[in-house]
């Protein structure tokens, strides 16, 4: 039977943790056909009653269609998981959270079974798969034609965002996109931390924080031009002498409210290292040079 434009494809789905749920669900719902695995039967057997095809081997669920996606715990579990599927002529899409090195091994280790690989980076938390108002996104690597082809209904969990042909990429854009995540959290975090002794309403301090953060995110495309650049003095506006001189008032005001430093103090010792350096009229750009230096 040839396949219609309103056919759906089938996708073979491994893992069904709350990510993986989540994105089964979606599928489901979009009308999909589901095939299902999960090393624990019952969460397959929960999806099974909601339409989707739960096999009771990896083998058979990798079988059952040509796009197959892996949701599981970490890298090891993929290859341990897969170890006895024939992936030949198959299209691994890796959802699983891994690192630029595991990525690219992953995709060499797919293409020597006989698979084209996708590798994935998930930018959302279950609540927000399905759900396209939420925001949440999937970044992809690898090649181009394999992810154009399978687009729309990667697309139907949540947004996709391409980041280019090495299959390192989206892990890469993931763990620097957490990263600076866990940065803005332990900047709030000292914040609130400044405050909690004192009768100041974290609530009524919160939307001042979002407020404050949101008008300080676009910086990064300063940051990011003067680096395509190499003129870290260019569009400077508070330089990195200025800024130095200020750090004492904010190890205080810690010290008086019996707040530790430890969050502020290690980037305030790189802002003071490339002030050295004769940075002075640069911003904060050069201190990603010195993250960049290996120890001798």
Not at 116 to 139: H, K, N, Q, S, T
Not at 177 to 196: K, N, P, Q, T, V
Not at 255 to 261: I, L, N, R, W, Y
Not at 266 to 277: G, T
């Amino acid at each position: 039977m040839t396949r219609t434009d309103t056919e759906k494809t089938p996708v073979t789905l491994l893992g069904l943790g709350a990510m993986g749920t989540a994105l089964a669900r979606a599928w489901l719902t979009a009308g999909h056909p589901l095939t299902v695995w999960n090393r624990t039967p019952s969460r397959a057997h929960a999806l099974a009653a909601e339409g989707a095809r739960a096999t009771e081997s990896v083998p058979a669920a990798v079988a059952a269609n040509t796009l197959v996606v892996v949701c599981l715990l970490d890298d090891a579990s993929v290859e341990d998981t897969l170890a006895g599927a024939d992936l030949t002529g198959k299209d691994v899409v890796n959802l699983t959270t891994c690192t630029p090195a595991q990525a690219r091994a992953r995709a060499a280790w797919a293409a020597e079974r006989g698979a084209r690989y996708l590798d994935g980076g998930i930018m959302a938390v279950p609540p927000m798969i399905g759900v396209p108002e939420a925001g949440g996104y999937v970044l992809y690597s690898g090649a181009r034609d394999l992810f154009e082809q399978h687009r729309d209904t990667l697309a139907v969990p949540a947004g996709t965002t391409y980041v280019g042909e090495n299959p390192s990429h989206a892990a890469l854009h993931d763990v620097a996109l957490l990263s600076a995540m866990y940065g803005m959290f332990a900047g709030a975090a000292h914040a609130f931390a400044l405050i909690r002794r004192e009768d100041v309403d974290p609530t009524a301090f919160a939307p001042l924080l979002a407020d404050w953060l949101t008008a300080m995110a676009p910086a990064v495309h300063g940051t990011a031009e003067q680096l395509r650049g190499g003129d870290y003095t260019k569009g400077v506006t508070s330089t990195l002498a200025m800024q130095v001189a200020g750090t004492p008032t904010f190890l205080d005001t810690a010290d008086e409210q019996g707040v530790s430093p430890e969050l502020l103090a290690p980037f305030f010792a790189l802002m003071r290292r490339r002030l050295a350096e004769g940075g002075g009229e640069e911003d904060l750009t050069g201190v990603i040079d010195l993250l960049l230096r290996r120890p001798e």
